[in-house]
């Protein structure tokens, strides 16, 4: 007979963070395709919040670092779909700017994207050095809020991928 079993409150915790990542998810889905007033757009930007979680789990999994609670809560969705949410939207300016003039579609995307490429890359790289302070955290304060770190820059690299390859090949689809 198990002495202490706290089976009950790990299934709990954990189908509660699985349904506050899903309500975040569809939060941000939601409010994606009211600004950016299309829902394949919405969708395309909103594809990159768990292809992100994905990579920074795979991430974390190589460098045996545990994910815990604070981790999981910390990602902020709205900072993971900055990169694809400017992509889009610059991908649709150039191809709304050639309306009613003969283009092809790859060449129109392939000169939007390379127009913002360089700005999302800075602009994910600033919001990663914005974490690079907790590296220097040492006791329990470091040991606790490292993690936290890890899986957030982890998640913003994947981001950043995802941002600059995936939004360009379904906006061509």
Do not use: Q, W
């Amino acid at each position: 007979k198990p002495f202490y079993d706290r089976s009950d409150l790990i299934h709990l915790t954990t189908r509660t963070v699985e349904d506050n990542l899903i309500r975040g998810i569809v939060l941000v889905l939601v409010v994606l395709i009211f600004f950016l007033f299309d829902l394949r757009s919405g969708l395309i930007v909103a594809a990159t919040i768990p292809l992100a979680l994905l990579f920074a789990f795979i991430c974390l999994d190589i460098r045996h670092i545990p994910a815990n609670l604070l981790s999981i809560g910390a990602i902020d969705f709205g900072i993971l779909v900055d990169g694809a949410v400017v992509m889009v939207e610059n991908i649709h300016r150039n191809l709304a700017r050639r309306h009613g003039t003969p283009y092809r579609i790859h060449d129109v995307i392939v000169e939007a994207a390379s127009e913002v490429d360089r700005p999302i890359v800075y602009a994910v790289a600033i919001i990663m050095a914005g974490f690079l302070p907790i590296y220097g955290l040492s006791g329990p304060s470091g040991r606790l809020f490292r993690p936290m770190a890890d899986t957030i820059i982890f998640a913003l690299i994947g981001s950043l991928i995802l941002a600059l390859s995936v939004p360009p090949v379904l906006c061509a689809i």
